[in-house]
C-alpha cells in the first residue's frame, strides 16, 4: 500500500480557491476503526461555513475537512470484528473530530461505520450520510413527527429538504414545503402535497389557506432567518419547530409560548443506528438520493460554489464527488445560470 494519498487540503479559510490538492500520509488506523477507500463524498451547508471561517476554533489549519464518505474498507483495525476487508460501508465522519472526507482514504472508529445501501451507487450514498442522519434526528428523535400530522418544511428542492419530503411521507404524514414556483413539480414528485411559492408569497398566510387555518404540527427549518419568530404563526397548538441552523439574529419568541411551542436544535450526533434506519428506508425505495450535480475530487472549489450559491443556480438536491474517477456532470441550466449572474454583475 503507498503511504500517501491525494486530498483536498483548506490551506486557509476563504473563497472556493482556498482547497489545494496535494499529497499526505495514509492515517494510521486505531484497534477499533476501519481504513476506507473513499469512492464518493458531497458537500454540505456545513463545509462551506468551516471553509469561509465560521468556525476557526474548532478546525486548526492545515485541513481536510468533509462529511460524507461512502466507500470501501481496505483494512481493519486489531478489535473490529462487525465488518470485513471489501465491505461497501457509507457515514460521516465525526465532526470536528478530526480529518474528513475530501481524501482517497479515511480512517473512522467502527461505531460510526454503516452498511451502504446494496440499490444505489457510491455516488448517491454518500449524498445520504449527513444530510439523512439530520433528517432522521430532527423527525425522529426530536420532534417525533407522527403518522397524519402536518409538516411544513423550508427549502423543500435543497439536498436535506428532497430527503425531508421523502421521510415525512414514510412516517405517514402530510407534507407542505416551500420552493421556487419552478420546483413544484418536481418537490410534488417526490411526496411533497402542497408547495409554496417562497418568491412570491407570504408562506404564513399561504400555510392558514391550505390548512384552514388549523395550522401544522412540525415546521423543519433549513433556511434560518427570521424563521424562529413566523414558525408559531403557523404552528397548531403544542407545535414543534426543528432548526439545522445557526441564530444569527435576534429572535422573538413571545408567539411560540401562546402556542405552547417547543424548540429543537441539531446537530447532528453520529451513529450507525441513524444509518442503519436510513438503509433500510432506502433499500425499500421510500427514499432516493437526490443527485443536482457531480464533479471530481480536483473540482472541489466549484463543487463548493454550486453549492453555496444553489439558490441562485436553482440546485436540486446534492452536490457529488467521484473520488475515485473524474466524472463531471454540471447539468446545462447551472452553467447558463452562472454566465447570466456574471453578465448582469456591476
Known amino acids: 500500500m503507498k503511504n500517501t494519498m491525494k486530498a483536498m487540503v483548506l ?16 492515517p494510521a488506523v486505531g484497534p477499533r476503526q476501519v481504513r476506507v477507500r473513499v469512492h464518493a463524498t458531497a458537500i454540505n451547508p456545513l463545509d462551506y461555513q468551516i471553509r469561509r471561517g465560521d468556525y476557526v476554533d474548532y478546525v486548526p ?5 468533509g462529511h460524507d464518505i461512502s466507500g470501501v474498507v481496505e483494512e481493519l483495525g486489531s478489535h473490529v470484528t462487525e465488518f470485513g476487508v471489501g465491505d461497501e460501508v457509507y457515514y460521516t465522519p465525526r465532526i470536528f473530530g478530526g480529518a474528513g472526507s475530501y481524501a482517497e482514504q479515511h480512517v ?5 461505520v454503516g452498511r451502504k445501501p446494496e440499490n444505489v451507487s457510491h455516488l448517491e450514498a454518500a449524498s445520504l450520510t449527513l444530510a439523512g442522519g439530520t433528517v432522521w434526528e430532527a423527525f425522529v428523535t426530536r420532534a417525533q413527527l407522527a403518522v ?27 407534507v407542505i414545503t416551500t420552493a421556487r414556483a419552478s420546483d413544484h413539480a418536481f418537490v410534488k414528485s417526490l411526496g411533497a402535497d402542497e408547495a409554496i411559492d417562497f418568491m412570491s408569497e407570504d408562506y404564513v398566510e399561504a400555510i392558514a389557506t391550505i ?9 423543519f427549518d433549513t433556511i434560518g432567518g427570521d424563521t424562529l419568530t413566523r414558525s408559531p404563526l403557523v404552528l397548531a397548538d403544542a407545535g414543534r419547530v426543528v432548526s439545522l441552523m ?27 443506528g441513524k444509518l442503519d ?17 457531480t464533479l471530481p475530487l480536483a473540482r472541489m472549489g466549484e463543487a463548493h460554489e454550486l ?32 454566465a447570466a449572474l456574471l453578465a448582469t454583475a456591476p
Open 11 to 26: 490551506a486557509r479559510f476563504g473563497g472556493p480557491e482556498a482547497f489545494e490538492l496535494r499529497d499526505v500520509p495514509v
Open 277 to 293: 434506519a436510513l438503509t433500510h428506508l432506502v433499500e425499500r425505495g421510500l427514499v432516493k438520493p437526490i443527485l443536482g450535480a
Open 211 to 219: 390548512t384552514r387555518g388549523r395550522g401544522v404540527n412540525v415546521v
Open 61 to 65: 489549519l492545515p485541513a481536510i475537512i
Open 108 to 112: 473512522a472508529d467502527v461505531e460510526l
Open 148 to 174: 397524519g400530522e402536518t409538516v411544513l418544511i423550508h427549502g423543500g428542492a435543497g439536498g436535506v429538504g428532497t430527503l425531508a419530503i421523502q421521510m415525512a411521507k414514510a412516517i405517514g404524514a402530510r
Open 307 to 338: 453549492l453555496e450559491n444553489g439558490g441562485a443556480y436553482a440546485l436540486r438536491g446534492k452536490v457529488a464527488i467521484d473520488v475515485v474517477g473524474q466524472t463531471l456532470d454540471v447539468p446545462e441550466r447551472f452553467r447558463e445560470r452562472k
Open 246 to 272: 445557526d441564530i444569527a439574529q435576534p429572535q422573538n419568541l413571545i408567539e411560540a409560548w401562546g402556542k405552547n411551542a417547543s424548540y429543537h436544535f441539531v446537530f447532528t450526533r453520529q451513529n450507525r
